[in-house]
């Protein structure tokens, strides 16, 4: 959908050199994609669920943005795939 919007732009300068970022909409698009991750780990959180390191929720993220299946056996990632759908092969 296409939406304009005013931005910063001195904060979209500083997300820009912050990633490797081509257009203004990459780095729009990454911050939100962050954003919505953070708000699905403090979800589960809420829930009683842990994540013993927030590491692990980029890359789980990244897979279930894109419909990936993730390689693990880390115990980290079974709340991703119970309460977010997060596809798993487990090694």
Same mark, same amino acid.
């Given at each position: 959908?296409?939406?304009?919007?005013?931005?910063?732009?001195?904060?979209?300068?500083?997300?820009?050199?912050?990633? +490797?970022?081509?257009?203004?909409?990459?780095?729009?698009?990454?911050?939100?994609?962050?954003?919505?991750?953070?708000?699905?780990?403090?979800?589960?959180?809420?829930? !009683?669920?842990?994540?013993?390191? +927030?590491?692990?929720?980029? +890359?789980? !993220?990244?897979?279930?943005?894109?419909?990936?299946?993730?390689?693990?056996?880390?115990?980290?990632?079974?709340?991703?795939?119970?309460?977010?759908?997060?596809?798993?092969?487990?090694?």
């Amino acid at each position: 959908m296409r939406t304009n919007i005013i931005l910063d732009d001195d904060l979209v300068a500083q997300a820009m050199k912050a990633g +490797p970022f081509k257009t203004r909409k990459e780095a729009v698009a990454a911050g939100l994609r962050l954003f919505a991750r953070q708000a699905a780990y403090r979800a589960l959180r809420a829930q !009683g669920l842990t994540i013993d390191s +927030p590491v692990d929720v980029p +890359p789980a !993220g990244f897979c279930i943005e894109h419909g990936h299946a993730l390689l693990h056996s880390e115990r980290d990632f079974d709340a991703l795939e119970a309460e977010r759908g997060l596809p798993v092969w487990r090694h």
